[in-house]
């Protein structure tokens, strides 16, 4: 496998990666509202979903997931069902005068990063994008003849990049600045959150086939 071909991988996987999307928006809500810690457990949940993906795709299974439509329907309903509860709570935390943690943690409690980790991965897993993102990787970048070697390299500098990208959201959100940022403008990030997350279970629910 050229060094070209390995580069627009990582490229096409890098930008899917850093546009912004729920998991950023949670990751970066977090960083903000509970500080750096929560936001890198939520972030190495998020990661962990993918590579959950990822080693799917990378021996197959997953293409059999994706030519069943109903397993992708079940994925889709749940995805867009977890996104909508989301929503919800950011909606809640929006509507109070006082800062909400979501459930994760106030200043005077440790944060439950379990919790945090398990929401991550539930927001990967729940997403059928995901599957399919990972499928289209693989299928980029390896054929019939491909080393069981190169299947490694893709997988392994690609949740290195999804690593760099999310741990990268939950530093530089965790910033003194930027929570201070949020303590001003609290209720309309989490509005802001909501909405995304709203927007994108309504999405995923109205997706067909």
Known sequence: MIAGQFALIYGTYLIATASPGPSNMAIM???MR???RPALALAAGVVTGSLFWAILAATGISAVLTAYAQALV???IAGGLYLLWLAFRAS???MKQNPN?????TAGEVPR???LYQRGVLMHISNPKAILSWVAIISLGVRHDAPAEGVAVIVGGCVLLGILVFG??????STASTIAFYAKLRRWIEGVLSVVFAVAGLKLLALRG
């Open 74 to 76: 079940a994925l889709k």
């Open 92 to 94: 809640q935390s929006a």
């Open 113 to 115: 990063y379990r919790s």
């Open 168 to 173: 990268g959201y939950a530093i530089v959100f």
């Open 34 to 36: 509970d500080g750096r």
């Open 29 to 31: 809500g977090t960083a």
């Open 101 to 105: 943690t979501d459930g994760v943690g």
